[in-house]
């Protein structure tokens, strides 16, 4: 299956704290994108990575993405509450032509 | 530049009647994905339409599912004789025409469709 997995499915940490949620795949792929939902919300596109590209940077996020490994890491620096929030990847490919899949997410709690 | 829009927001159904979801994509967009998200769950990719046509829709259920994209006018996703598994929260996305695979897929806020 070509289908993104976070990991962890959940995580609380306490405002001011870095928060780092992982993604694994399983095929290759041409990007992966990192989405946003807020409860009761649509999603909202965070960032945008491609194959050739191991790091990229958006204000308080850093995503990485490890070709070899198949995998991808989001970290928010210095969370707030309001980044709190479902998290997913999304994996796009060729093979598996025009959409994404998404993993089941991970749900984030930032404390205050 | 009005994102994506999707109504109603909120759908109730009894079980045996028609939900129909309607999409309007972002201005210049020619590309619109349904998705379903079940409760405590990711989304899950149900069919693809570019104007007039039906780009991919392997991931549509194959009765009582149907999905439009007419040349003027909404994206239409049609469940007839709505039971109540069908109750979920259904997104759309659109995208620009296509340079490559995977793209990025804008979001509407969702239809949230319950079956009594």
């Known amino acids: 299956s070509q289908q993104g997995e976070e990991d962890p499915q959940a995580l609380s940490i306490q405002e001011g704290e870095n928060a780092t949620m992982n993604c694994s795949y399983k095929?290759?792929?041409?990007?992966l994108q990192w989405y946003r939902q807020n409860s009761g919300r649509g999603l909202v596109h965070l960032i945008l990575i491609r194959s050739n590209e191991r790091e990229k940077h958006s204000g308080r996020l850093r995503v990485t993405l490890d070709t070899s490994k198949k995998s991808s890491s989001l970290l928010i620096t210095a969370s707030r509450a309001a980044d709190t929030a479902s998290y997913f990847c999304a994996t796009g490919s060729d093979n598996y032509g025009q959409n994404f899949v998404f993993g089941p997410g991970t749900r984030l709690s930032v404390l205050p | 530049n009005a994102g994506v829009m999707q109504n109603p927001r909120h759908l109730v159904r009894r079980r045996g009647q028609e939900a129909r979801l309607r999409c309007s994509p972002m201005?210049?967009?020619?590309?619109v994905y349904w998705y379903r998200q079940l409760p405590e769950e990711g989304l899950k990719f149900m069919v693809y339409?570019?104007?007039?046509?039906?780009?991919?829709e392997s991931g549509m259920p194959k009765e009582r599912f149907s999905a439009e994209f007419p040349k003027e006018g909404p994206s239409i996703l049609r469940i007839q004789q709505v039971v109540r598994g069908d109750s979920a929260a259904y997104f759309c996305?659109?995208?620009?025409?296509?340079?490559?695979?995977?793209?990025?897929?804008?979001f509407g806020p969702g239809t949230r469709l319950l079956v009594l």
């Open positions: 339409l570019q104007k007039e046509n039906i780009i991919d």
């Open positions: 996305a659109s995208s620009p025409p296509r340079t490559g695979a995977g793209e990025t897929q804008y």
């Open positions: 201005k210049g967009h020619s590309h």
């Open positions: 095929t290759s792929i041409n990007n």
